[in-house]
């Protein structure tokens, strides 16, 4: 019964597409543009073509507002909804901790110990998908991209598919 | 010394037997059956194949064409009889027009090289279209920055065939090869060859015929179709991965460069130079993948036995049933031609609102197995301005049944994010 190579089920289903993910796919926050960004960043996941465009209004080492817009399956638009949130009146420092917590939750499977995280730890469930952990970490790795500065980030080094 | 032909005689086309020779079929994803409809990406391997492949490896095996002992003697044959057995399969003149790949990418890579850079000049014109596999694309890209030749595309339509008026005007005197898909891998969309082969013989022009989707599911003779190059993988009809051909006119591999250098490619090395083996060996430098192509020699057995006609009328009866059974599901748009007929067994589609890798993912907590992603044609989906599509494609061993487990399982995938 217990074949290691037997994976999937529909039990599995509900812990990768909790409530509160499918809510924020559902209804984005932070999804107006901004009017005067600082900087911004676009990120993409090549594999399977989600985009996450991300304008961040810093003020000092503050970001004061953020906002996204993309195109992609429910896991990459969640996250980056969820993201927003979170680093939303937060420093830049406090957003790169965040970063590394949720890299971590989508290594370890574990939720992190972070105030402000709860929605997130809800994407915990998808450290169990590996094909899906691209999507989920596209918007943390857009708003890295957008703090060093702007440019293009990108969760594959090159083209890997078959079909 | 010969490979034991495989037991397959399913005839008339019987696909509870088939089916048996298929073990992973009766595999369990979660608590539901499988349901493989993954099949254009690669297909699953009959029993037949395993058990030779297996065989060749307990009983056979040896290095080919270096030994004089017994082992080796059979392990070339066997390797031979299976070259010979994909000749016969797409009605090649000779055995040597097979020679062995990896896959359908490295047989369109060995022409690029070994017949692209020693006869392609900067302005000559490589045609080939908007529909095509990236394998398809790209290798003519690299060429092109290499050598100034220059790459047209034939536009694909709104319905995903291609606009053979336009061919017209962009094959001309100054092509020398067109390189093109006999099937979408994306859409299904099968090339109509017979008007477009024509068009480029008129201009004395080469033809590379993008096999990877047709060899495995259409009848195929290379000297009907009147081209040059075929390439296909064995993966995906019945054979083994790390398993291709290309065949090509003897006359031609005669006179390409060879792609790789190394053992059994050369006739003679010095210090100073080397001079090549005759076809094929020309172009099968080091130790091949001999298992593999026993493999691959047993997959064209197992298709042969039950006819290509008869798969491609399988495919044709069950195609036309999903187009219809899929279309049916509320906020399903299905791309690429309307009819049966005009496809191989793929179709792509889009569930409204819901993203393709959410469709796949729901779908395989429901056992069944489909492709989600740009399908490595990425002009494709820019030209339907979609970023992916999911696939459902099929094979010889799929039934209505399972189309009904797809379709209900879409209309479930619809509840689950519909719901606000
Ligand atoms: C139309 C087409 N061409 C080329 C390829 C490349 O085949 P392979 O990956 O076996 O080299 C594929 C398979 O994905 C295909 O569908």
Redesign the pocket.
Known sequence: MNDPLKTGGSGLLDELYREIILDHYRRPRNHDPLKTPTCSADGANPLCGDTIHLEVGLDDHTIEDIAFAGAGCSISQASASMMTEYVKGRTVEEARKGAEAFQQMMTTGETQDLEGFDDIDALQGVSKFPARVKCASLAWKTLEQALEGGGVASTEEGETS?? | MTITTPEVDHQPFDIERIRRDFPILKREIGDRQLVYLDN???SQRPVQVLAEMTRFYRDHNANIHRGVHTLSVEATDLYEEARRKIARFVNARRAEEIIFT???????NLVAHGWGRKFLEAGDEVVISEI?????IVPWQMLRDERGIVLKYIPMQPDGTLDLEAARNIIGPKTKLLAI??????LGTIVPLDVLVPMAKEHGAKVLV????SVPHLPVDVQALDVDFL?F?A??MLGP?GM?ALWARYEILDAMNPFMGGGDMILTVTMERSTWADVPAKFEAGTPNVGGAVGFGVAVDYLSALGMDAVRAHEVELTDYALRRLGDVPGVTIFGPPSAEERGGVISFELEGVHPHDVGQVLDTHGVAVRTGH???QPVMAALTVPATARASFYLYNTPEEVDRLAVALEEVARFFGGA
């Open positions: 078959h079909d | 254009a990406a690669t990896r896959n359908t990418t490295e047989s369109i095509e596999h990236h394998s398809n898909t006999a099937m979408s891998n994306a993008d096999g990877a989707q390439a993988s993966h995906k991965t291709g399908h490595c044609a």
